[in-house]
Each structure stands twice: as C-alpha cells, then as structure tokens.
C-alpha cells in the first residue's frame, strides 16, 4: 500500500519533543479560551445594587429644564438641540438611564419646567424663582428629605442658586447642576455632573454650607461660582476663591466653606418676601459710556442701579453726573468691577461718592441682592452692611 508523504506525516505518531510542544501550545490555549469568558463579563459588568435594608439618604431631583433636559435628533448634535422636534428629557428618564445613582441616594424626582411653549427665558423670572424657592423651603422642612439636586440651564444657572442661597432657610445640601451638552449628545457631561451632584447631595459634609454648584467634578459655592466660556465644558469657576471642593471617584472631599452669610444663616427669607421685588437695573461702563441711559433708568422708575465699572470699578464718561442726579432721586448705586476678579474696595473717595461697593460679586448677583435689601430698607448705611455680609 502506497501512501502520500503528507499522509504518512500525519498517520505517524509524533516525536517525544513534538509531543511537549503540542501539550504546551494546547495548555495555553486553553488557558485564553477560560480567561476570555472572564473578561468579556467584566466589560459587560452592571454596578451593584445597593444591598436591601441598607439606609441611603433620600435625595429629591428637582427638574428646572436647561440642557441637560435637552435632545437632539443625531448625536453629533450638541449645540443645536431642543425646539418642538426634539422633545424635553423627564427627570424619570434621568434616572432610568443611570441605575447607578442607586448605589447612592433613594431618588424622588419632580418636575419643575416651564410649559414647553412657554416663552424663552421664563425659567428665570421672578415668579418662577419664587416658585422654586417656595418648593424648596418645603423641602427643607421635610423629614423625608435629606438633600436636593436642582437640575438647571448654565446660562443664567449662577444667579438662580445665588438667589436659592440668599431666600431660603436650609441646611440640608441643595446642589445645582447642568450641562454643557445635550442629554443625547455624544461624550455628554450630563450623566456624570448628575451622578457626582447627587454624591454630592448625599454627603454629609455638604450640609450647611449654602447652596452648592457642582459640575465637570467641582465643587462651587453659589455666591462666586460663575460661567466663563460658551461651549466649553469647564466653564464654571469661582475666579477670586476657586473650588470648595471635589467630586473624585473614590470621594467627595471638601476643602473650604462660606465665610459669608448665606441660607440658614440668611435674612431673606422666601416666607417673609414680597411678590415682587423692586426693580434693579445694570449699566455697564466703557469710554464714553453716557449718562443718558442711567437717566432713562431713574424715568423708568427703579430702585436701584448697579454700575459694571472699568478697573477697581469706576464709572466712566457721563455716568458720574448722572448717578449724582439718581442718587438726588433717591436711588441706590452700587458699583462691581467688570474684570470679574478682585474686590471693589471702601476707598474714601468711594465714600465720599456714595457710591455702595459691592465686594467681588457680578453685577447680575450684586443686582439680586441689591434687590433684596432694597425690600428692607432704603438706608444707604444697611444696604452697604448687606454687601459687605453676604
């Protein structure tokens, strides 16, 4: 019987080192083939359940809209999303699509949005801040609730919990947050500043430290949290005093606290405020500024005047008359510096001026609490001791 050579290689039993080379080649691939069950379940791994019978604070999600509530039809599409073709995001769905904040608070969510058609900008006026405030003394005077998370738009984000830390008296933590992009776009920070807000709400250490601004894993104090860029997803910052703390994977870890006065601590509170707060009103300075539009403001009939000044916060062109003619009217000035950083000191010409200043706030939060103190009192003296306390 004729055989082929390659027949005959593979009817012939294999030589001894052969032998050892097979069994070596076979012992590791069987080894890759039990690893790689292993790892394919790694990567498909969900996070744990918090265990039953474990108590968790209670945490209430509270939805004012903003992007973070915001879809868009593709999800290379982060700047242009919303609009009636693109519907709102519930906060039910947050939570759906992030089992994981089980792992860290009970979550109740609430819906606090405008009407889809309502105008824009009407998420920040007045009444609907009023509205907000009213709600979350309510909660602050719940014993089921340990903290709260305030989902919000960037764009005027810094003022509404500016607001929150001025009217309502709490000390359990009350955390806003946002994002830069759309709920569905893609490489979203949405998912992540809701998780860390809610880690953030949940910690201990968050309590009685006013009203919290938490997003991109940092931590900022309402009154100097502000937001600097467009797009740009670290575009809140506390300029002058930097973060109170941080968001990290393994923590939530604090670092400072407000010195200033703030919540629990305020004298605005939301229970004792009015409907309707006197009008404040901001002109900003720049060569040639005229006084003409600080006129208009005093025929309109305000209150109050907050001058954004160049430098150390000067006034400049025709505003210095005509903030001498307002005040004859009876209309409070104060002053903020438009660089954004720095205080705007108690010089003696500024006394000499009367001319309030108002620390190293913006000129739109130096507005709300001008707005405040202008519905206690009228007395240049008071007004100058809110500044300089809050």
């Known amino acids: 019987m004729h055989t082929s050579p390659s027949l005959r290689s593979a009817l012939t039993p294999p030589r001894p080192q052969a032998r050892r080379f097979a069994l070596r ?22 996070p744990p359940i918090a265990p039953p019978g474990l108590s968790l604070p209670r945490i209430t999600l509270l939805s004012m809209g903003g992007t973070i509530a915001s879809q868009a039809k593709d999800r290379l599409n982060i ?7 693109n519907p709102r995001v519930d906060p039910e769905k947050w939570v759906k699509d992030l089992p994981d904040l089980a792992l860290y608070a009970r979550i109740t969510t609430e819906d606090f949005r405008p009407p889809a058609d309502a105008p824009a900008g009407g998420g920040t006026s007045y009444e609907r801040l009023y509205a907000v405030a009213k709600r979350l003394q309510e909660l602050a005077n719940d014993p089921n609730v ?7 738009g960037t764009n005027t984000m810094a003022e509404t919990a500016w607001f929150m830390n001025l009217t309502v008296n709490i000390t359990k933590p009350v955390v806003y947050v946002g994002s830069q992009r759309p709920w569905s776009g893609l490489s979203g920070d949405g998912p992540l500043n809701l998780l860390n807000a809610v880690r953030v709400a949940a910690t201990p250490e968050a309590a009685g430290k006013g009203v919290l601004h938490a997003m991109n894993q940092n931590i900022n104090s309402a009154r100097d949290v502000t937001k600097l860029s467009a797009y740009r997803m670290d575009t809140f910052r506390s300029i002058d005093l930097g973060v109170m703390g941080v968001a990290d994977p393994d923590k939530v870890v604090f670092f400072t606290a407000p010195t200033r006065r703030h919540t629990h601590t305020s004298e605005f509170n939301i229970n004792s405020l009015p409907p309707k707060l006197p009008d404040v009103e901001i002109a900003y300075a720049y060569t040639e500024a005229p006084g003409y539009i600080l006129d208009a403001m005093v ?3 305000v209150k109050g005047i907050i001058v954004d000044g160049t430098g150390a916060g000067s006034p400049t062109g025709g505003q210095t008359e005509a903030i001498k003619k307002a005040q004859a009217a009876g209309v409070i000035v104060a002053v903020t510096a438009r660089t954004h950083g720095g205080r705007v000191q108690d010089t003696p010409r500024r006394r000499e001026s009367g001319i309030i200043p108002a620390d190293n706030l913006m000129p739109e939060k130096a507005r709300m609490l001008l707005q405040l103190a202008l519905a206690k009192t009228q007395d240049p003296k008071e007004i100058k001791r809110i500044f300089d306390e809050y």
């Open 25 to 46: 080649a076979l012992t590791a691939s069987c080894a890759l083939a039990c690893l790689a069950p292993i790892s394919v379940l790694r990567a498909q791994e969900i």
């Open 299 to 301: 025929t309109a009939g």
């Open 79 to 85: 700047t242009n999303y919303g609009g009636k073709d």
């Open 146 to 152: 340990d903290g709260v998370v305030v989902t919000h």
